[in-house]
């Protein structure tokens, strides 16, 4: 049965009712405790920040009609689109926002991602409970203005208020500010929306609905997509890229991501705290050409570097490792041998990674690579995502982590941030006097000195071997020819509110 035929038969929700693959399940649903990807996927269609993106990630005003920067570049202020409207009518104010940030920073609400809004003058020591919330730099003047005041200038501003952290909160009961309103959520199963109504212009809406299917196996996501129950996919099955090109032709989507994938080592924690010589050969013997040509298969890069190409003012290309394979083996075994480890005494170690098939084929390879080259005994721990998270971020049970970012703004220090010793996001638990020195020193600098330190910041996490960079993602969907709207960019960001069906 042709395809076009089979999508006409099963697709259950009319012509513009839109049906896209998110991944695994949201860890929430909450703009400030929501910390994944599929998470952050959602939110940005419910919600709507003072910026936002359009359909090539390009930022334009959201919330915000208009805004100002002071002479010094730590003022900003916003004003506020009158006709901005909540989903039951009411209208988003200056002070939703503040309402927004004061829960955010609040010590109790225990945000992970709440360490973004560090740039703001006094919301670090806010979420430290070192000060009341009014000392933080976010204030209201009058019903249609926000002034934002930063500790120095951060011209990459507008890019984090795109964040679902830095939306306006108009308290209980759930409201929505953006595009599309919550009509249904079936834990395992999908999240629907349907157009917001009151939105500032939903006049230009073209889809009355869209539905999120949480789907974890990509396998599964294909079946589904190749049986017209998907418009786009979220991501595709390892080792296939080959048969997918043949098979699919311009419906695969293939584009460079600002991404990377990482190991992380626990360093609170044996047998890796206080043993650089340890994490340097687990790192080294892993094989990262051979992990994305054959185990993976779905153009990802190899990486050596956290901070991806791509990334304004950074290298454009990872320099990659200056030994040859056969080389690296031997130093790995060399410093194996020095951390106390040998055939007779091997090292034990668990490597834990949420369920997916793309995470089950990285943890098989990595532990054969680690059980040839080292004699390393490795238990591969597989946990459903919510489950894989709070292990994670408390970091009792854990040695060995599966890690990555996805950037929320194109700044090298939005990767960086993750390793700062007071960092919500830390869950390598490593704490680095001349990592934090290096991060608070370009925070008080601009321009090509501010990135020099940045590099040296970035030269420090690698030279500790704080985590193992393995690859650089690449954004990778399936598009059916119906969906029109759908535009490729460096931040994988495609907001329903500028999809259509034909």
């Not at 649903?29 to 359909?55: M, W």
Request: hydrophobic letters at 40%; glycine letters at 6%.
């Amino acid at each position: 049965m042709p395809l076009l035929l089979a999508w006409s038969m099963v697709s259950p929700c009319g012509a513009q009712t839109l049906h896209r693959g998110l991944g695994p399940e949201p860890d929430a649903l909450d703009i400030h405790l929501a910390q994944s990807l599929s998470a952050l996927n959602v939110l940005r269609d419910l919600h709507e920040g003072l910026v936002t993106f359009d359909a090539r990630a390009e930022l334009i005003p959201g919330v915000a009609r208009d805004w100002q920067v002071s002479a010094d570049g730590r003022t900003w202020t916003f004003e506020l689109d009158p006709q901005a409207r909540f989903s039951d009518n009411s209208p988003i104010l200056a002070e939703h926002f503040v309402a927004g940030w004061e829960r955010a920073l609040d010590p109790v609400t225990a945000s992970p991602t709440v360490g973004l809004l560090d740039v703001v003058v006094n919301a670090r020591q806010r979420r430290l409970g070192l000060v009341e919330a009014s000392a933080v730099g976010v204030r209201a003047h009058g019903p249609h203005r926000l002034e934002i005041e930063l500790i120095e200038p951060v011209p990459w501003l507008p890019e984090l208020l795109t964040h679902p952290v830095t939306f306006p909160w108009p308290g209980e009961p759930p409201r929505f500010s953006g595009p599309f309103k919550l009509v249904e959520r079936v834990p395992g199963s999908h999240i629907t929306l349907r157009a917001n109504p009151h939105w500032r212009e939903a006049g230009q809406l073209a889809l009355a609905e869209l539905r999120w299917h949480v789907i974890e196996e990509p396998n599964v996501e294909l079946s589904r997509y190749r049986a017209g129950q998907l418009h786009i996919t979220e991501t595709i099955p390892p080792g296939r890229l080959d048969w997918l090109r043949r098979q699919f032709g311009d419906e695969l989507r293939i584009s460079p991501y600002l991404g990377s994938f990482f190991l992380v080592f626990n360093h609170r924690r044996e047998p890796f705290a206080n043993n650089l010589p340890l994490r340097q050969a687990l790192s080294l013997v892993i094989d990262r050409e051979l992990l994305t040509e054959r185990v993976l298969g779905a153009g990802e890069v190899p990486a050596w570097q956290l901070v991806p190409p791509g990334m304004p003012g950074w290298p454009d290309t990872d320099p990659g490792h200056a030994l040859s394979q056969e080389q690296r083996i031997a130093e790995a075994r060399r410093l194996y041998r020095q951390a106390g480890y040998s055939e007779r005494r091997p090292l034990r170690v668990e490597l834990r990674f949420n369920t997916s098939l793309a995470h089950r084929r990285m943890a098989a390879a990595v532990a054969a690579m680690w059980r040839e080259h080292l004699g390393v005994e490795t238990r591969q721990v597989n946990e459903e995502w919510k489950v894989f998270v709070a292990n994670r971020r408390q970091g009792r049970i854990t040695q060995i982590v599966r890690g990555g970012w996805i950037a929320d703004w194109r700044d090298a220090a939005n990767f960086l941030q993750l390793f700062e010793s007071d960092s919500p996001l830390n869950y390598s638990f490593w704490h680095d006097d001349v990592f934090d020195e290096l991060m608070a020193r370009a925070r008080g600098q601009q321009g090509e000195q501010r990135l020099a330190t940045l590099r040296l910041a970035e030269q420090r996490v690698l030279e500790q071997h704080v985590i193992i960079p393995l690859y650089y993602y690449v954004s990778r969907h399936l598009v059916h020819a119906d969906v029109e709207g759908f535009e490729d960019n460096l931040m994988d960001i495609h907001l329903s509110r500028w999809l259509s069906l034909r």
